[in-house]
């Protein structure tokens, strides 16, 4: 019995090459989404703007892949220059929380007391609002905008940033290297920025992906309902709310952004999964 455990025990693990195969199928589908949001203009085969009266509603072809829209606009072309406002705003937005949510979460957890206090109050206050209404409400006052609803969301995301990274370092603050830090007088932003900050890292990477991966559908979805992109202007969400109509005239303009908007989102919470485990298991062997 203890021979049979001792064979058993030496195998190789073999579970991890698929996943591996995967993570690198999601970085090459990561890798392309991000060239035609840089490129995008560039590589359009057609003006993504303009309108053949003739050619209304039609199905694929060789002269337009993926059909045309109701106004005879290139859905193929669209659907690649509208990469650029479904990576960028999320990006932005990610970016943002990332920048907003580690320094508060930083300060928070380290401090403790009063300013984990005040912190924390702003927090729970921006949890307990409505984020649609206030996005609704603020297209109504000063007019549907793209980057207001990005700038809206940088705030309205921030504080789950912010709460997680404060559970984080509230975690890592009792540790022995953060006492022995103490000791030998390192400043208290040497130790958050250079010591605890890199054992955040892989949490906060990670969820950086995340909050790209919800803000993308959530700018989407005000595009969809006209609180987003401009009228005219080719985003994902904006192509599924004029291409609704002619679902079983042409389901393939339909599906065309609704499939990027999935893959998408989809790629960017598996990367960031990956992320997370691949620099905690860096971390733990070092």
């Known amino acids: 019995m203890a021979r049979q455990t001792e064979i058993v025990s030496t195998r190789k693990p073999r579970r991890y090459a698929p996943r591996g195969l995967a993570i690198g199928f999601c970085f090459v589908v990561a890798g392309g989404i991000l060239f035609l ?15 053949h009266l003739q050619d209304v509603l039609a199905g694929p072809s060789s002269q337009h892949w993926l059909g045309t829209d109701s106004l005879g606009r290139d859905v193929f072309s669209r659907t690649i220059v509208g990469a650029q406002l479904g990576v960028l705003g999320p990006l932005v937005i990610a970016v943002g929380s990332f920048a907003i949510g580690n320094l508060l979460g930083l300060w928070a957890g380290y401090r403790r007391g009063w300013v984990d206090s005040l912190v924390m109050r702003w927090v729970d206050l921006m949890w307990s609002v409505p984020t649609l209404l206030v996005l609704v409400v603020a297209a109504g006052a000063v007019g549907a905008s793209y980057w207001l609803a990005v700038g809206l969301l940088v705030i309205l995301s921030a504080p789950f940033d912010t709460r997680i990274i404060r559970g984080v370092v509230m975690e890592q603050v009792p540790r022995p290297y953060v006492e022995a830090a103490r000791t030998v007088g390192v400043s208290g932003r040497r130790i958050v920025f250079l010591h605890i900050w890199p054992n955040v890292a892989p949490v906060a990477i990670a969820n950086s992906f995340l909050v790209f991966a919800s803000s993308l559908v959530a700018l989407a ?41 999935v893959v998408t989102a989809t790629v960017a919470n598996l990367i960031g999964d990956w992320f997370d485990e691949y620099l905690t298991s860096r971390m733990g062997a070092t």
């Open 37 to 51: 949001a840089i490129f995008g203009p560039l590589l359009a085969p057609q003006d993504p703007n303009a309108q």
């Open 221 to 261: 979805g005000l595009s969809f309902l006209g609180l987003g992109a401009p009228p005219g202007t080719p985003d994902w969400g904006l192509m599924l709310s004029e291409s609704q109509a002619m679902l079983f005239v042409n389901p393939v303009a339909t599906l065309a952004p609704a499939l990027m908007i």
